[in-house]
């Protein structure tokens, strides 16, 4: 009789089924962390729209009164809103505007204050 002794079927469907679930674990740890990454970068594009434009606020000396309709942006291939608003304050020679940024279907992504120096 021949003493070689192979993995029976039984076996090998076990360590099969054992990939599988791990396969399938990794799939979705993969997917999730695909998908952070996408919002991610867009509240980062987000972050740099909204600083954008406060400098160019202060660099060209604008200051918006009220509530400006919403500009459409496009930046790094993608679709944006940037709004600015002008709030009133009680402190001399300071102006706030809010600077708001949302993408193309108008969810905010980001809000920034903004202090600006007032112009007479």
Same mark, same amino acid.
């Given at each position: ?23 399938? $674990? ?11 990454? $996408? ?45 600015? $608003? ?9 102006? $706030? ?15 920034l204050d903004a202090w600006l120096e007032a112009t007479p």
């Open positions: 009789m021949n003493a070689e002794r192979g993995f029976t079927l039984l076996e090998v469907m076990i360590a099969l089924a054992v990939f599988a679930v791990l396969s399938a $674990a990794c799939l979705s740890a993969v997917s999730g962390l695909t998908g952070q990454s $996408a919002r991610i970068e867009e509240k980062l594009l987000a972050v740099l729209l909204a600083d954008n434009r406060a400098n160019e606020l202060r660099l060209y000396g604008e200051r918006p009164r009220g509530n400006a309709p919403a500009e459409r942006v496009q930046f790094a291939g993608r679709d944006f809103r940037v709004s600015t $608003a002008s709030t009133e304050q009680n402190l001399p020679g300071v102006h $706030a505007v809010r600077i708001r940024v949302a993408n193309a279907k108008g969810m905010t992504l980001y809000d």
